[in-house]
Structures are given as C-alpha cells and as structure tokens.
C-alpha cells in the first residue's frame, strides 16, 4: 500500500537528506516556519463514519423506512437548522459538545462531500482521500505534497502523527512526519547507566547520520532514525502540558491533548493527524444505545472535540486552529440484516475552528430509493456526492495554509460557495 | 557443507525462510550444502515440529506466567507462545509462512472479544487443538497446519474458521439481507484483488456464502461448549448467481440455483474458481516476492510468472512454490540479502537469537512489539500491517533502539562472557558483534563510530568492567542501527 516512500526511497536519497538540518537549528526554523502559528488538525474517521447517523436527514421518511433499527428517532436529534434545499437536520444526540461549538458559530457541516464513482473498499477510499487523487491513488499524500512544498530545510516536527503509523495523506516525498503515539515513549535509553549511558545516543546519531548513497532503503531508515533523536527534547517537553481544562481518559481525548499541548508550548508543528476507529459499523451498529457502538463514537468525538476547543480558546489560540474531519466513505442508506450499514459513498466532513464560518453546507440527499432529484447512486443504494473532497482541501491549503491548492491538488478544484473559511 | 564463500547465502535463507539462527543453530546448517538446507526447511512434517514442551526448560527464551500459563485462553499468553516457536522451532519456515498467512488473512483478536469475550477469542484464534478442553482449533493453528499446505484448501478452511466468521461478519450474512464482508474481502484482498471483479461480483459472493455461520456446540456454560463453523441451509440463498468472470472450466460464470441442502457447494465452487484463476496465481506470487526476496527492488515478471505456473501446475499446492522459490537465483543473489524491511516481529526474534535470550521472557517483547506497530493477533485491520518503509516511524524506530538497549542490558553477562576472547582491541570487540549479529558490511563511518564509542570514557584495556559495559553498549547501537533493520 505504501508505494509512495517505496518509490521515493528508490529515488529521493539526495532530496530526503537535505530536509534534515542539525539540530541546534531546529527551533529557529520552526519559529520561522511557525510564523503564521495557524495549524490544521485532521481528524480521521476509520472504517467508513456512517454520515447519516452524524448529520441525520430527520424529515425524510425513507430514513426511517430504509433504516427500521439504526434510525434516529425524530425527538432525539439534535436539531442544527434547515439547509439550502429546505431539508431540517439534527446532529447525532450524543454529540452535544459539536452542537455548542456550531451554535458559537464555529464549526461548518459539509454535507454529501466524496467524487464520482466512490470506491466502497477502505483501503482503496483511503488512499483515494489520502492521495486526493481517484484515477491513481499510490502517490504521495495531500499533506505530504503541501509539507514538500514548504521552504528548505523543513523542521522535522513540521507534522505530527498521534497514530503509529504514518497515514498516506501525510506522506511526502522529502519530509518524514514522526509518529508519536505517545510522548512518554517517545525516548531514548541506554542499556548502561550513569556517565556510560550518556555515550549511546551521540553514536546512535553519528551512526544514524550515515548516508549510504548506494543503499537508499537504509538511508531512509536512518533518516527516520535522526528525526527521532532530533525531535526527543521538543516532544518531551509536551509531555508535562495538563492542559486548562481536563481532557478525559480516552484514545482521542488524549491525542488531542498531546496536540493542544504542542500548540500551546509553540513547538513550530502544522500539520497534525488524529485518529478514531470503530466505524465499520456492518453489524449492531448501536446507533441509539445508552452506552455502546456508535453512540459511544459519537459521545468520545463529540465530547474531546469541545474539550479541545474550550482549551485553544481559553488560551487565545482558538483563531489558529483549524480541526478538519473526513472519512474514505459513507455507508448504504438501507440498513443490512445485522442491523448494521454496509461501505457506501458519500459522506460528511467538518471543519471547526475560530476561523471558520459555520453552517450547514451543501444539501442533504433525497432518500427516496427511486432517486427522484439524482442524489443517490448505485440503483438508489448509495448517497451519491454533490461536493469534490477536493474542493474542501483546496480552501484549507488556499485559505488555510496559504499554500497555492493548484498544484498540490493537481487541478483547480476552487470552489467559491464553499467559504467555510 | 556450506563453503565459507556463502555464509552470507547461509545467513540470508536462514533470516528470510525463518528468524535468523543462533550460534547453535548456525554451526548445524553450516554443516549442510544449500540444496540440503532448503529441503530441510521446506519438506518439514507439520505434525512433528511441536516443541512447546519446552516452554519454561532451561536453555530457551523464558515466558511469563500469571496466573499459569495459558496460551490457549488468554491472548498475551498465546501471543508468548507463538514468540517462543519463532525462537525455538526446529521448522522456522512454518512460523514463518503461518506469519505470511497471518498477514494474508488478517484477522484480529479484539473483535472477537469483543463478540464472545476474550477466553472464546483467544480459542478461536490460538487454541491447539490437542490441548482445548473441546478440541478448538484456533486460527494461527490452522495456518501452522497449512503454512506450506494447499492454498485452495486453505481458503476452505478460512472461509469456514470461527474467527473468520466472527471477522467479517459472516454471522449475518442470511438470504433476505446478504452481509458484504467476506465476499468482498475473499476477493480483494485474500485472492485475485481490486481490478479483476465488479462491484455486482461482490453482491453475488456474499450470496454464495449466506448461510455459513457458526453454532454453539456442547454444554453451554461448561468447557465443553465451543463455537464450531455451521451450514444453516435455511439461511442460504438458493438462486443462481452470475459473476462477470469464469467459474467453471468450461467458462460458465454462473453458479447454478441448487436445493438448499446442496448450498454450500456455491462455495466451493467460487473459492475453486478463485484459487485456481491465473491472477490469483500471480498475485501469490508477487506476496512472496515482497516476503521472501525483496522489497527495494519490484517483483521480476519472469520469476512471478513462473512460480504462478508451478503454483498452478501444483494443483495449488504451496511446498513446490516455496521450494522453487528458495532455490531461485533471484532469491539467492546476493544484492537481494538486507534487502527487506524486517517486521517488528522479526527484528525482535532475531535479536533474541543473535543477541541472547537466557533469563530473557518473551513478555517483555510484547509492548515494545506494541510500540514498533506490530501485535501479534492484532493487525490494525483486513488488510494487515502496512509493510517496508511504514515500519519506520519515528517512534517505531525509538522502540526498536529501545528493545534492543533493553536486551543488551538483560544480557549484558552473557554478552560479556561471550566477548571475552575478542576484548584485546577495541576493533576485535566491534567485529565480534558484527558477526554475531549477521550484519551486512559495516561501512566505514559507523564502524569509526562504534570505535569511538568503545574507547569513550577511558584508555581501552578490555578490562571486566568495560568488556560489560561497552559490549552490550555495541550490541544494542548495532541492532539500533538502520542496518540492522533489514532481513
């Protein structure tokens, strides 16, 4: 799957060694690329969020025929307004902390977001958002393209992984992104102690500096190897951040408390990657259990994303902040036998920040399994997407970034109603 | 015997066709010729590699016991035992192949448990047959039982293993409401892949196989009961099904309508079509490429297309694609040796036989494995572990420095002891650990590197406490080092 840093590797040796500097220099080069200290957060859905059960359509009444026993009912929705076609729409119930930050005014709904002929495989639909690229989708990420596009020498915690392994979209042709799943592990030890021990990492460095021009493969290892002794004492000084509010014990809270804590210590990261599985709902999806399936999903995104929002805006840095939300699909209207959803297309994404302008964005489909208005695909099995992903990468990395979306997305994918930022 | 002229080759079959050697182990193939070598690792007999009564005898990778070991019913004991087997086995070629097939057919524990608890999914998925209270065959046995088995009898077994079933749903997949999963997946990903079926194959598969699913068998609430694989015949979708590509040899793509009593030949007869197609074949064989040769350098067409023809001359069968393969010159040529990204798993097993396991337990593996993105039992998804260069994080890479800091400080007697005839210089003492370690050349910058590094702190005269000190020091920048991360 990862042919992108295999070919690179084939390739990139000269081009992947000039993106390391030495490390007495990295802190300028990350106040200096830091500048703007705007930073965007993509939050990844794994497995295929289920939009209709996020963004429910609770008037329509084919949602409730075709969907008996994962529908929401009605009386439970959160209700977020009517959107440009006049349909009435509600947030999932457990998602209280995401209906506060849009009733700020901070958080934009993008509905029926996906492209034309929407892959139902996972690894295929990741790789097609990672790469933003549906006709050949084993090149580099979309993030990786943007880092790649930024000023030499790059520093190496320009990106930040919370997951252990490096996503797709993150994955360039010269910048390495660390993954650092967790802070209090990201260290170096000796098996020595006392003076003794403090003769190890200087040889691993030295021996990590080699670049064996006829060996690339290594030369790419080591080059992970000297990011990761170059990043130890920035990221560890992470480690002690608490955060002004209390993030709770989960996967996600915590990730998000790593990344408020870089933000807040002002370590020069722009790019960071969460994560949260879970979402390959095909059977007892648990749309409106007390305490399990996707109403747990739904209360853990929505309750760590309002304790990050809360911390970035009792610190003033809630302006530089840009949380994005994607994932590679939607699922079917219908609902399967096992109470569940099976992979289906097009799916909602979120923006959320205090640059943002919320909303609703888009318009929901007609779940009418005749397609009467064209919304569905697939023999009316599927809803079908109205707004290209990539019109929503192109006004983060144009308005967002301030990177030129043209060339990294491969095209002009500008779209001007699309200003949720 | 293996002529000094190809150690190297020696070295290379023995950390690719399994997990590297010990000293021991090494002196026992050098003394065999190469042909001999391989039909000792590929003609092993899978009902005569048991070892595990050797878990907890002196001499062997220690484990960790609880409360009792129990490798049959809680997961991090199963995840000790197979570790062990990697270490121990007198076939490593099984381990590893039960690896590839792992990996082939990734399925997860925590799903499982999540579905019948964590004593039900540990059977279902590692239980030995002769030592499960109702003879449960977990799911890495079957692997070990088919690792050089037959693919299409594999593909059988998996289609009707419990935690296969559990995996992909097949639980739901009934005649009114046909469950996606495992059609998709049999087809995607554990046979021809994406490009040589259309979405409407997938509807068709999943209705080939409603209807298998599982049934609790025994006393319920006792230690007889277990779950076992169940054709519920009322469940399955008796119409035909039409795919867009040949199922039968006379090119027929329809799998005829037949009583529901006779259903579950709609099975057979897809993963018959499935196992036996040509691109099945190919796409085998481009796997054992990136397993077996190389991962630097693309499968040759020529060596895909001829080990997919003796996969298909074969019946199917395995053991001569392996044994073909193992003697192949793009297998043996020297530029392909350290020129695969070596698993967590494997840089883990081959520490431990290269660095040292005595008083070492294979439970102190199992979170830094965590850390370098690998745990057994647990691939991230349907898809397996995302290989090559996607090891290497950065904190991937940490927890491999780390794991090996931690072993060399475990051994740090025994590596002493063993230095002890090359403490004279600081040189002898680097190339003893290079060889021990199977290391590719050493290029001259990290050997200056690792001298310094011995005569840091003082005039070198290979006394007791340097030779402790600075041996395991070695060990654990060689393992730490990128060259050490390839097999």
Redesign the interface.
């Known amino acids: 799957?990862?042919v992108t840093?295999?070919q690179f590797?084939?390739g990139g040796v000269t081009a992947f060694t000039v993106s390391f500097a030495a490390p007495a220099f990295l802190s300028d080069i990350a106040r200096a690329q830091g500048a703007s200290r705007r930073t965007l957060v993509v939050l990844y859905l794994?497995g295929g969020n289920d939009a209709l059960s996020t963004l429910i359509p609770y008037g329509d009444s084919f949602y409730y025929s075709r969907r008996p026993s994962v529908a929401v009912p009605a009386a439970n929705v959160l209700q977020v307004g009517t959107d440009a076609s006049g349909k009435v729409l509600g947030l999932h119930p457990r998602l209280t902390g995401l209906r506060q930050i849009f009733d700020q005014g901070a958080l934009a709904l993008i509905q029926r977001t996906g492209y034309p002929n929407s892959s139902?495989?996972?690894?295929?639909g990741t790789d097609i958002w990672s790469t933003a690229n549906p006709a050949n989708s084993t090149g580099t990420g979309w993030l990786g393209r943007y880092l790649d596009a930024l000023p030499d020498p790059v520093d190496?915690l320009v990106g930040w992984?919370t997951v252990?392994?490096?996503p797709h979209s993150l994955e360039g042709k010269k910048v390495?992104v660390?993954?650092?799943?967790?802070i209090a592990?990201?260290?170096?030890?000796?098996?020595?102690t006392g003076?003794?021990a403090t003769?190890?990492r200087p040889?691993?460095a030295?021996?990590?500096?080699?670049v064996?021009v006829d060996r690339p493969?290594?030369?790419?290892?080591?080059g992970?190897?000297q990011?990761?002794l170059a990043?130890?004492d920035r990221v560890a000084s992470v480690g002690t951040y608490t955060g002004t509010v209390a993030y709770a014990n989960n996967g996600l809270a915590q990730a998000l408390k790593a990344v408020a804590g870089a933000i807040a210590r002002g370590i020069g990261t722009k790019v960071f990657w969460v994560q949260l599985g879970g979402f390959d709902t095909?059977?007892t999806q648990n749309t409106n259990a007390a305490n399990a399936g996707y109403a747990n999903l739904m209360g853990t995104i929505g309750d760590s994303l309002l304790t990050f929002h809360n911390d970035m805006r009792n610190q003033g840095l809630l302006q530089d902040t840009l949380v994005l939300q994607f994932s590679e699909f939607g699922r079917r209207i219908s609902e399967?036998?096992?109470q569940?959803t099976?992979?289906g297309a097009a799916g909602v994404m979120m923006a959320m920040g205090g640059g943002v302008r919320g909303g609703l964005y888009g318009t929901a489909a007609n779940l009418n399994p005749n397609n009467v208005d064209g919304s569905l695909e697939?023999s009316g099995g599927d809803v079908r997407y109205e707004t290209d992903f990539r019109s929503v990468y192109a006004r983060v990395l144009d308005s967002w970034l301030g990177a030129n979306s043209i060339p990294i997305l491969g095209g002009d994918f500008r779209k001007s109603t699309l200003n949720f930022l | 015997m293996t002529l000094v002229s190809e150690w190297p080759l020696l070295d290379h079959v023995l950390r690719r066709a399994g997990f590297g050697a010990t000293p021991v182990e090494r002196d026992y193939y050098a003394r065999k010729k190469y042909s001999e070598i391989v039909d000792e690792l590929v003609d092993f007999d899978p009902l005569s590699t048991d070892i595990d009564h050797l878990i907890g005898t002196p001499g062997h990778v220690g484990v960790t016991a609880r409360n009792g070991f129990m490798p049959n019913t809680v997961v991090n004991d199963a995840r000790q035992r197979w570790l062990f087997r990697m270490v121990h086995s007198p076939a490593p070629l099984q381990e590893k192949m039960a690896l590839f097939w792992h990996h082939h057919f990734a399925t997860a524990y925590s799903k499982i448990a999540g579905t019948f608890g964590a004593t039900e999914a540990t059977r279902m998925m590692a239980a030995k047959s002769s030592e499960d209270t109702a003879g449960v065959r977990g799911q890495i046995e079957l692997f070990r039982q088919f690792a050089l088995g037959n693919f299409r009898d594999l593909l059988v077994e998996v289609a009707k293993d419990p935690a296969m079933i559990v995996w992909l749903d097949g639980r739901t997949n009934v005649k009114a409401q046909p469950q996606e999963n495992f059609g998709r997946e049999l087809m995607e990903l554990f046979t021809f892949g994406i490009g040589n079926y259309v979405e409407a194959d997938v509807y068709a598969a999943a209705r080939v196989f409603t209807g298998w699913n599982l049934a609790q068998l025994g006393t319920s609430n006792t230690p007889t009961a277990y779950y076992a694989f169940n054709y519920r015949s009322a469940q399955h979708d008796t119409a035909a099904k039409t795919f867009t590509f040949a199922i039968y040899p006379d090119g027929s793509k329809t799998i005829p309508a037949r009583a529901a009593a006779a259903g579950m030949q709609d099975g057979l007869d897809l993963i018959q079509a499935l196992a036996t197609h040509p691109e099945t074949a190919r796409r085998l064989a481009r796997r054992l490429w990136t397993w077996f040769v190389s991962e630097v350098d693309a499968p040759d067409a020529a060596w895909v297309e001829r080990l997919a023809g003796t996969y298909l001359a074969n019946g199917t069968h395995m053991r001569p694609v392996l044994r073909e393969l193992l003697l192949s010159t793009q297998f043996r040529n020297p530029k392909r040796h350290h020129q695969r990204y070596a698993w967590p798993v494997e840089f883990v097993v081959r520490s431990l036989k290269e660095v040292g396991h005595v008083g070492f337990s294979v439970n102190d593996a199992l979170t830094p494995l965590l850390n370098m993105g690998q745990q057994l039992l647990e691939p991230p998804d349907v898809n397996g572990w995302s290989l090559g260069p996607a090891w290497f994080s950065t904190g991937g890479m940490l927890a491999r420095m780390n794991f090996a800091a931690t072993l060399a400080a475990n051994q740090r007697f025994e590596l002493r002891n063993g230095s002890r005839p090359h403490g004279a210089t600081p040189q002898a003492l680097v190339n003893f650990a290079i060889a021990q370690l199977s290391m590719p050349d050493v290029p001259a910058p990290v050997y200056n590197a690792l001298l310094d590094y011995v005569r840091a702190g003082g005039t070198w005269t290979g006394s007791e406490t340097q030779l402790l000190n600075k041996t395991g020091g070695v060990f654990h920048l060689l393992a730490g080092s990128g060259e050490y991360q390839f097999v």
């Open positions: 799957m990862k840093r295999r590797v084939k794994n139902r495989s996972h690894f295929l190496p992984s252990r392994e490096l390495s660390p993954a650092i799943p967790s592990g990201y260290a170096f030890q000796s098996p020595n003076t003794e003769y190890s040889t691993m030295a021996i990590a500096s080699h064996p493969h290594v030369a790419f290892v080591n992970t190897s990011s990761a990043t130890l095909h059977a399967n036998g096992s569940g099976d992979h697939n």
